[in-house]
């Protein structure tokens, strides 16, 4: 069964600390992405990568940056977490153009 | 700019009670439509892809179809396990470049009662 893999369910962490998401994909894709998501706002795209070492910015980039030296590998991180950044967090992969995502479960991140 | 627009964002139906939930997009030409099951606390599902107007896919109660400014999820006699927020996002044929991004409406929160 193919699927997109985030490394927490639920995190909490301290304002000022430096965080990472991670996200592994089994089908390899091309594209991952990450999201958050809030309530009245959907889903909001923070980065994209189309490639290893590959990246663009989202919508949202502020305070994130990004990683991938693998091609099954992404992963978000939050250079100074602050308690704005407390969200659900949706990684998710792609073949491409033509085609849908596939999503983790999220993670549930609280800043405190 | 490319838009995708939810209506209605709640919708309460007793079970059995038949209903559409409407997808409005504005894009540069439409590479493909999606629809997505979310439970709370979860990622989103994949339920389907619509490529060109008049397109339909079905599974289940779920019936998707595709006009060329929108689209409708039917859901035919829901169940109380059919309750969920029902994402509908679009591919624009500019703007995704290679990498197939989508612009994803507000949702649709169903909920069906016994």
């Known amino acids: 069964d193919v699927k997109v893999t985030q490394s927490s369910r639920y995190l909490v962490k301290r304002t000022g600390e430096k965080v990472f998401l991670e996200c592994v994909q089994d089908?390899?894709?091309?594209?991952m992405f990450w999201y958050r998501q809030d309530p009245g706002l959907g889903l909001r795209l923070i980065y994209f990568?189309?490639?290893?070492?590959m990246k663009e910015k989202g919508d949202i980039p502020e305070g994130y940056s990004v990683s991938r030296e693998k091609k099954e590998r992404f992963s978000l991180i939050l250079e100074s977490a602050s308690t704005n950044q407390t969200s659900m967090y949706l990684c998710?992969?792609?073949w491409g153009q033509g085609y849908g995502y596939t999503f983790g479960s999220g993670t549930r991140l609280t800043v405190v | 700019e490319d838009q995708v627009t939810q209506s209605p964002e709640a919708l309460r139906l007793q079970e059995g009670e038949s209903s559409s939930l409407n997808c409005s997009y504005t894009?540069?030409?439409?590479?493909?439509l999606f629809w997505y099951r979310q439970d709370p606390g979860k990622g989103p599902e994949f339920l389907f892809t619509?490529?060109?107007a008049g397109e339909e896919k079905e599974k289940e109660r779920l019936k998707a179809t595709l006009t060329k400014k929108e689209s409708f999820l039917h859901i035919t006699a829901p169940k109380p396990e059919d309750s969920a927020t029902y994402l509908c996002?679009?591919?624009?044929?500019?703007?995704?470049?290679?990498?197939?991004?989508?612009?994803f409406g507000q949702g649709t929160t169903l909920q069906v009662k016994p």
């Open positions: 998710a992969s792609s």
């Open positions: 089908m390899d894709h091309e594209n």
């Open positions: 990568s189309y490639d290893v070492k």
């Open positions: 894009v540069s030409g439409l590479r493909g």
């Open positions: 619509l490529y060109s």
């Open positions: 996002a679009v591919q624009a044929l500019i703007g995704s470049g290679n990498t197939g991004k989508l612009i």
